[in-house]
């Protein structure tokens, strides 16, 4: 069974729904992860945002408007009265409860469940169109399958488990329409795997029913060598290994969740990156294959703080290093970048919502500096240590930009600088220009 998912905008009108079912309906059974519609979610976090800040009236503003924008929608994806209407039915009904959410008073539970019903909506429509078009299909809510345990990570026998139980249940259907992104927590809460979450939903079910592929269908032919927002000319890569692609998520490629990568490559599942636009280009295979001597791809990632911490002890004597990484252990805050000397250690985080507590404790061993507003730019491929020339190729294409670290040799598939942010697009130009033009 292959698993597929489509992203906001290859469900961002009716006419792309429309679109999106005549693609799904080939007669092979499989399950399909949606998004909400594009913009959607966005709105939903103003509406939250909005009831933070202690202001119903222009949180209903927005809900307002988003209602008006689903009843024109609905009326352009339906042809019969009956189907119409009982979509209509149950998405007043989800525009309510955000309603009475937004007179309520602010707490993440309600934030999170606000931003759960994007998803909640597309899905109905969607399964709602393919019962109108004579389809087998079957809504499974992913709130009754999809759960994170205590420290927020998927809990994958707990998905496998139930998600198993209900498609023998339900065993028959050509088609099973799930969401993507939204889940429980350990305590039974409405909770969601992050923005952009979908992709991980499609790969966690991926790997739960050891799927023949999973396919991560969006508004662009694969991975790009470059990132496209920000740099012209880049081309799609044919075929990833899974710890290239796993590096170019985690490193800022935004067409895959971060950590989407991660349960397919347990699995050993493969995953193909398709354009919903271009559903006959071939896209990119992500797999267990790994092509030598080929740099493949740069990626980058913003918002990244840089801390410097020079021992007060002259030498690094033992334990300071574990000293400093207890602190960040401490503060639940995970560390990106590492680089060491004699004296001291950079590191780079990208959650500064402990920095302050992380600095004092920090202070307590050596001298401490900070460096907002940096990022991280990763060349992905082949880099393995015996390999000659790729790095030194990679270092001479950012010779005119300041560059705060470099990380090399953690893995085979990755070198990693630290640049200031105002410096990411000269360095990302510089690098496909001298890497791949
Ligand atoms: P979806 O809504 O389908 O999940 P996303 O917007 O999350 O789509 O991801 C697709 C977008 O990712 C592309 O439109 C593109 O602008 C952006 N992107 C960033 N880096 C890359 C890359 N290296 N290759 C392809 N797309 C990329
Ligand atoms: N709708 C969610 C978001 O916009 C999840 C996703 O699209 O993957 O982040
Ligand atoms: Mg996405």
Redesign the pocket.
């Given at each position: 069974m292959k698993i597929l998912k489509f992203?906001?905008t290859s469900v961002g009108s009716p006419a792309r729904m429309k679109e999106v079912c005549k693609l799904i309906t080939d007669g092979e059974q499989k399950v399909v992860v949606l998004?909400?519609m594009s913009g959607?979610?966005?709105s939903l976090v103003e509406i939250a945002d909005y009831i933070k800040k202690g202001n119903p009236e222009a949180a209903n503003n927005v809900v307002n408007k988003l209602r008006r924008l689903y009843s024109a929608h609905l009326v352009e994806l339906f042809s019969t009265g009956k189907m119409l209407d009982e979509t209509r039915k149950l998405v007043n009904g989800i525009f309510m409860h955000i309603h009475d959410l937004a007179m309520g008073a602010y707490t993440e539970s309600v934030e999170k469940e606000i931003l759960a019903q994007?998803?909640l909506i597309s899905t109905n429509m969607v399964t709602n169109y393919l019962k109108e078009c004579g389809i087998k299909v079957y809504l499974i809510p992913a709130l009754d399958f999809m759960r994170t345990d205590a420290n927020a990570e998927p809990d994958l026998p707990f998905i496998k488990q139930a998600l198993n139980n209900i498609l023998t249940e339900h065993a028959g259907y050509d088609i099973y329409i799930t969401q993507?992104?939204i889940c429980r927590n350990h305590l039974g809460e409405i909770d969601?795997l992050q923005?952009?979450?979908?992709?991980y939903t499609a790969c966690l079910i991926g790997a739960a029913r050891r799927a023949e592929e999973i396919q991560i269908w969006t508004d662009i032919d694969g991975m790009h060598n470059n990132d496209p927002r920000f740099v012209d000319g880049t081309t799609p890569v044919r075929q990833l290994n899974f710890e290239e692609a796993a590096e170019l998520a985690y490193f800022g490629a935004k067409i895959l969740?971060p950590t989407c990568i991660q349960p397919a490559r347990y699995a050993g599942v493969p995953v193909r990156l398709l354009n919903t636009m271009e559903p006959s280009a071939p896209g990119t295979l992500i797999n267990n294959e790994m092509q030598w001597g080929t740099i493949k791809a740069v990626a980058a990632k913003d918002n990244i703080t840089a801390i410097k911490i020079v021992s007060s002890r002259m030498l690094l004597a033992t334990g300071f290093l574990r000293k400093v990484f207890e602190i960040f252990e401490q503060h639940r805050t995970p560390i990106d970048m590492v680089t060491t000397s004699e004296v001291g250690v950079s590191l780079s985080i990208d959650n500064t919502s402990h920095l302050a507590d992380i600095v004092e404790d920090l202070k307590k061993y050596g001298t401490v500096e900070v460096d907002e507003n940096m990022c991280i730019i990763c060349v992905v491929g082949d880099l393995a240590w015996g390999n000659i020339g790729f790095e030194s190729k990679v270092a001479e294409a950012l010779a005119a930009i300041p560059v705060r670290m470099i990380s090399y040799g953690g893995s085979n598939h990755n070198i990693s600088f630290l640049v200031r942010e105002q410096d990411k697009k000269a360095a990302l130009c510089e690098l496909s220009h001298k890497l791949f033009a």
């Open positions: 992203g906001g998004s909400a959607t979610t966005n994007g998803e993507g992104f969601n923005r952009g979450g979908s992709d969740h």
